[in-house]
């Protein structure tokens, strides 16, 4: 039997992965042996993390869905971090033994030793964001060329931040020129373009990325939330909000949703992602401790929220 979906895209019962990855499939009018492809922009902690875990949930069934990071080639690993990425490595048993499996583990000994140098692409692949090398992720398959991971893809994630947005999607629109079907993007980038041109307004990411490309923007779509990407990938309880379209917010909140990330969704697509980019501020502002207590307090109400609505 399908789970009941409640208010907000939250699922009660047994709605299955694959259920739902088929349903996403069928949205997305996918027929039999056509891959549903699904790629990240950017390989920051978040970006690497939502793409973590989307292949974690979905990777398996490899004849239905293609789940793939880009970021850019060339980024070296300097000797101090490579040092630690080692130490890390080896107080992991189940990270060490992947490794081993995969005749990957001499190439860190190497790194560390000296005698090799490591990229950004490279480890990233095994597992380790450059930025988050303490919490090893599930490996991921990486794309360097922007081309390659683009052209075809029909959800595109943006993980860049949002002083990059513009301009890397700017160039993704070159490679979009002869599609016929428009991609879905879901945008997970906070803060804010500036303009005063013909009258001061802010831009958002999402709107950023709607100039650059063309995608309407019944097609684009925020997600954010008071979240910490390591905690959200070692299945610490969170949740997030995904805004936009009627259409796209409430099948891929139940396509996202997992037992200890909680989707909402929204159609307030401008005001949640300002605030995604206040909080960002205020972060700044008020150092790290304040941040914790505040994403301590959001998880807390969410528990609260979620249990009345079931109830």
Same mark, same amino acid.
């Given at each position: 039997?399908?789970?009941?979906?409640?208010?907000?895209?939250?699922?009660?019962?047994?709605?299955? $992965?694959?259920?739902?990855?088929?349903?996403?499939?069928?949205?997305?009018?996918?027929?039999?042996?056509?891959?549903?492809?699904?790629?990240?922009?950017?390989? @920051?902690?978040?970006?690497?993390?939502?793409?973590?875990?989307?292949?974690? &949930?979905?990777?398996?069934?490899?004849?239905?869905?293609?789940?793939?990071?880009?970021?850019?080639?060339?980024?070296?690993?300097?000797?101090?971090?490579?040092?630690?990425?080692?130490?890390?490595?080896?107080?992991?048993?189940?990270?060490?033994?992947?490794?081993?499996?995969?005749?990957?583990?001499?190439?860190?000994?190497?790194?560390?030793?000296? =005698?090799?140098?490591?990229?950004?692409?490279?480890?990233?692949?095994?597992?380790?964001?450059?930025?988050?090398?303490?919490?090893?992720?599930?490996?991921?398959?990486?794309?360097?060329?922007?081309?390659? &991971?683009?052209?075809?893809?029909?959800?595109?994630?943006?993980?860049?931040?949002?002083?990059? $947005?513009? #301009?890397?999607?700017?160039?993704?629109?070159?490679?979009?020129?002869?599609?016929?079907?428009?991609?879905?993007?879901?945008?997970?980038?906070? @803060?804010? #373009? &500036?303009?005063? =041109?013909?009258?001061?307004?802010?831009?958002? +990411? $999402?709107?950023?990325?709607?100039?650059?490309?063309?995608? +309407?923007?019944?097609?684009?779509?925020?997600?954010?939330?008071?979240?910490?990407?390591?905690?959200?990938?070692? %299945?610490?309880?969170?949740? &997030?909000?995904?805004?936009?379209?009627?259409?796209?917010?409430?099948?891929?909140? %139940?396509?996202?949703?997992?037992?200890?990330?909680?989707?909402? =969704?929204?159609? =307030?697509?401008?005001?949640?992602?300002?605030?995604?980019?206040? %909080? /960002?501020?205020?972060?700044?502002?008020?150092?790290?401790?304040?941040? /914790?207590?505040?994403?301590?307090?959001?998880?807390?109400?969410?528990?609260?929220?979620?249990?009345?609505?079931?109830?």
């Amino acid at each position: 039997m399908v789970g009941s979906v409640h208010v907000n895209g939250s699922v009660n019962g047994g709605n299955g $992965t694959e259920e739902r990855l088929d349903e996403l499939r069928r949205l997305l009018g996918k027929s039999d042996g056509d891959l549903l492809k699904i790629v990240g922009i950017g390989a @920051g902690a978040w970006g690497s993390v939502f793409a973590a875990l989307l292949q974690d &949930a979905y990777g398996r069934f490899r004849e239905k869905v293609q789940i793939r990071i880009w970021r850019r080639a060339g980024r070296s690993v300097d000797r101090t971090t490579a040092e630690h990425l080692f130490e890390v490595i080896n107080s992991r048993e189940d990270v060490l033994r992947r490794l081993i499996r995969r005749c990957a583990y001499l190439k860190y000994v190497e790194a560390r030793l000296g =005698d090799r140098t490591l990229y950004a692409d490279e480890i990233l692949r095994d597992g380790f964001c450059l930025n988050m090398i303490d919490t090893p992720l599930c490996p991921l398959k990486v794309v360097t060329n922007l081309q390659e &991971a683009v052209w075809d893809a029909d959800i595109v994630v943006n993980g860049l931040p949002s002083t990059e $947005t513009r #301009e890397v999607f700017e160039e993704i629109s070159k490679y979009w020129k002869e599609r016929i079907s428009v991609p879905v993007i879901i945008s997970l980038a906070k @803060g804010i #373009e &500036a303009s005063l =041109d013909p009258i001061p307004r802010i831009i958002t +990411p $999402t709107q950023m990325i709607s100039s650059a490309t063309g995608v +309407p923007t019944e097609n684009i779509l925020y997600l954010g939330g008071p979240n910490i990407a390591s905690e959200i990938y070692n %299945k610490e309880y969170a949740n &997030a909000r995904i805004c936009g379209s009627n259409k796209w917010r409430k099948p891929l909140a %139940k396509f996202l949703r997992q037992p200890h990330f909680i989707v909402w =969704d929204n159609s =307030d697509l401008v005001t949640h992602e300002v605030m995604g980019g206040l %909080k /960002n501020v205020y972060a700044i502002g008020a150092g790290k401790n304040i941040l /914790n207590t505040f994403c301590l307090f959001s998880k807390i109400l969410t528990i609260f929220i979620t249990v009345k609505i079931i109830n």
